[in-house]
């Protein structure tokens, strides 16, 4: 497994969080919300990661988004590939624990699939 994500494999422009974040859907669970939207290019999927709220400081806010960058990373394959993801946790964050904090994105990507699976049309039948 990969060590870190490829800067290729981020979403850092203001025009693609822009586009995930306005148009595409929402889930959210506790301190965590997840905006997902069709990739820009489905064969090269991203990713981004920001925080909302009041943090206590600097450090707490860019440990949220590091803890919130390494469960993305060690478990892409549970996210669909037809979409970019942006990851956003608030203030509250700090309470959870590692594993919490996974099992919930854990869910909220797996919300994401049955949603992805129910928006495809169905093939018509002759």
Do not use: C
């Not at 904090?101 to 909220?108: A, F, I, P, S, V």
């Amino acid at each position: 497994m990969k060590l870190r994500l490829r800067k290729n494999e981020l979403l850092r422009r203001g025009r693609d969080i822009e586009r995930v974040l306005f148009r595409g859907r929402r889930l959210q669970a506790g301190a965590v919300r997840v905006y997902y939207g069709p990739a820009a290019e489905p064969e090269n999927r991203k990713a981004g990661f920001i925080t909302a709220g009041p943090f206590p400081n600097a450090v707490a806010r860019n440990r949220a988004r590091r803890v919130l960058r390494e469960i993305y990373r060690t478990n892409r394959e549970s996210f669909p590939a037809e979409y970019d993801v942006l990851l956003r946790a608030d203030h509250t964050v700090a309470e959870l624990g590692y594993g919490e904090l996974e099992e919930t994105l854990l869910k909220l990507a797996g919300k994401m699939q049955s949603a992805g699976r129910r928006e495809k049309p169905a093939p018509k039948s002759q």
